[in-house]
Structures are given as C-alpha cells and as structure tokens.
C-alpha cells in the first residue's frame, strides 16, 4: 500500500469502512436518519459536518451509513442526523461543530482500514 494515498483514495475507502462495519449478515446496512434498509454497496457515507471540514472527514463519529435520498435529495437529512448523534451521545453534534473549527485531525490508520475492508468484502462474499 502506497505511503500517502490520494484524498480520493481515502474517501472510497473510508465509505467503504463506514458501510461495511454496519453491515448486518446479509449485507444490508440501515440508513441512520431514515431506517431505509439498504444493500451495503447502494449505501453512502455521510457526513453530519461536510466533508470540506477536514478536521473531521475521516472521524468516526461523524460518517454514518445513510440512504441516497437522506444524504444526496435532502443534503443529508440533518435534523434527524443531529437526533441520532446525540442518542449515541448526549452533546455530540457540538462536540462535531468545534471539533470540525479547532481540531484535532482526526486520521485513522491507513492501513489497518484498508486490511479490514479488504477481510469483511472476502466474508461478506461481496
Ligand atoms: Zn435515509
């Protein structure tokens, strides 16, 4: 795996983890704004503060799986995005707001991404 990889790259791969560590035994991947059930490859990633803000592109807590309508007709379903970020913890979408201005970068490792998508694509069968 090549050192630095392309932001391009990072994002496929990204959405890729995002989507498949949601995934249920048939492949199928629950949208968080919508609870539309959706074949893990047809799901997007989406992100509660956009992708422009560095800062939390790749941060966990920000990428979700979400259905093609929440995430692309209604610019990614926010007020529902927000309820569902602060059930999983109260004070999230905040703690998002500032994280995405004042940092930290978040970067996962590269390669250990890489390696477990390539391991949950082999036992999906996908
Ligand atoms: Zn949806």
Redesign the pocket.
């Given at each position: 795996m090549p050192a630095e990889l392309s932001l391009e790259s990072k994002d496929r791969l990204w959405s890729r983890w995002i989507r498949l560590r949601a995934r249920d035994r048939f492949g199928s991947v629950k949208?968080v704004?919508?609870?539309?059930v959706v074949p893990w490859k047809q799901i997007q990633c989406g992100h509660f503060i956009p992708r422009g803000y560095l800062n939390t592109r790749f941060d966990p807590d920000n990428c979700h799986p979400?259905?093609h309508?929440?995430?692309v007709f209604q610019n990614g379903?926010l007020k529902f995005y927000r309820i569902f970020l602060n059930n999983l913890k109260a004070g999230l979408p905040e703690e998002l707001e500032k994280r995405s201005k004042d940092g930290p970068t978040y970067e996962p490792d590269w390669s250990i991404v890489s390696s477990e998508v390539k391991a949950w694509i082999k036992s999906n069968g996908a």
């Open positions: 949208c704004t919508c609870s539309a979400q259905c309508s929440c995430n379903n």
